[in-house]
């Protein structure tokens, strides 16, 4: 693991670039850490949407929020295609969706995304700031396509937000397979008149995963609708089941 420029301090939380070696993969990350405190605290890691990037606004806004108020590491990287991983040429939503549809439906994808995750949670586990406390996973729509897979092959996922996704498209058999051996606390944020995934497919998805602690809500609104108190909603309900390290936070649990 290798740092890319200097930290910064914004939004009560210290951010910092940093790249992993993963096979013949460059996966390029963002760690958010609470200003002070030592590890080890809970990981979570941030998947982001089709089109997006590590450090789109939301997941900004998430990852700082995680650091500051609970104490948490939090992490993102770019997925396949995506941010810095971005081909020369793909620089409008049309040519980036294009290209993800494409890679969605590469045979390896999703091992090759999982393989990923797990070497940059090897990566962070290591540093002090971090170390060894439990792991969370937070994604919606491309943030659940390739997380469902990661929380099935990792252990150390202790709870899971997903959503904006049903059982569709090239990896439907492999995503229905993983979230039935999924048996964490499972949150799922579903949009009730999403116009990408079908309603149907997406309780069908809801209804594969094993958990026993399991709930999902839903909004009306398309896709890209979801409103900002589930944002909220769903930093709660990793925090009460990852435990805050200290921070204002651990108070609304």
Known sequence: MRWTGEAETAGGARERGFEVDVEDRLVPGVLWLPEAGPGPRPLVLLGHGATRHKRIDYLVALGRRLARDFGFAVAAIDGPGHGDRRAPGNDDD????????????????????????????????????????????????????????????????????????????????????????????????????????????????????????????????????????EIAFSARFLARHLGAHGGDGADEL
């Not at 969706?97 to 590469?106: D, N, P, T």
């Not at 943030?143 to 897979?149: A, E, F, K, R, S």
């Not at 995963?209 to 839903?218: P, Y």
Request: aromatic content about 8%; charged content about 25%.
């Open 94 to 229: 049309i040519a980036l969706f294009s290209a993800f549809l494409a890679e969605w439906s590469r045979e390896g994808t999703t091992d090759d995304m999982v393989a990923d995750w797990r070497a940059t949670v090897d990566a962070l586990r290591r540093l002090d700031e971090v170390g060894d406390g439990p792991v969370g996973y937070w994604g919606l729509s491309m943030g659940t396509i390739y997380g469902v897979p990661m929380v099935a092959a990792d252990p150390r996922v202790r709870v899971a937000v997903f959503g904006l996704m049903g059982l569709v498209g090239p990896t439907r058999d492999r995503m229905a397979a993983d979230a039935a051996s999924i048996t964490c606390p499972v949150h799922f944020v579903l949009q009730w008149d999403d116009s990408l995934i079908p309603r149907p497919e997406s309780l069908e998805l809801f209804d594969a995963f094993s958990s026993v602690d399991k709930r999902l809500h839903a909004h009306p609104g398309d896709h890209t609708d979801v409103p900002v108190e």
